[in-house]
């Protein structure tokens, strides 16, 4: 089993940052192999990607909504992923969901491509 747990989430007024982490852990689950994503949701919507990571470079990824305010990185010795977003906007505000990235699937930004979820992190931004 894989177990993800967010944190960090909070209320912040625009133009602030917050930075969220997502721990890793399993008894057969290594990290450091894995793709890891963050996700976004806002209730009565679909869920968005926000921002991957790859494994092996550590290349990332981003929506179009957090390029130039959010930056994803990882720390494979303490498996852990970080999403730490600047500038926050109210339209910002969201549960936002760390996942680890099928291997096999394609589609860094395809909620379809995860297959492990934490439970999410309550981000506020006020306006």
């Known amino acids: 089993q894989v177990q993800l747990v967010e944190s960090g989430g909070g209320l912040v007024q625009a133009g602030g940052s917050l930075r969220l982490s997502c721990a890793a852990s399993g008894r057969t689950f290594t990290f450091s192999n894995y793709p890891m994503g963050w996700f976004r949701q806002v209730p009565g919507k679909e869920r968005e990607f926000v921002a991957a990571?790859?494994?092996?470079?550590?290349?990332?990824s981003y929506a179009d909504s957090a390029k130039g305010r959010f930056t994803i990185s990882r720390d494979n010795a303490r498996n852990t992923v970080y999403l730490q977003m600047s500038s926050l906007k109210p339209e910002d505000t969201a549960i936002y969901y760390c996942a680890r990235k099928n291997l096999f699937a394609p589609g860094d930004h395809l909620y379809t491509a995860y297959d492990y979820w934490g439970q999410g992190t309550q981000v506020t931004v006020s306006s």
């Open positions: 990571i790859r494994s092996s470079n550590s290349s990332t």
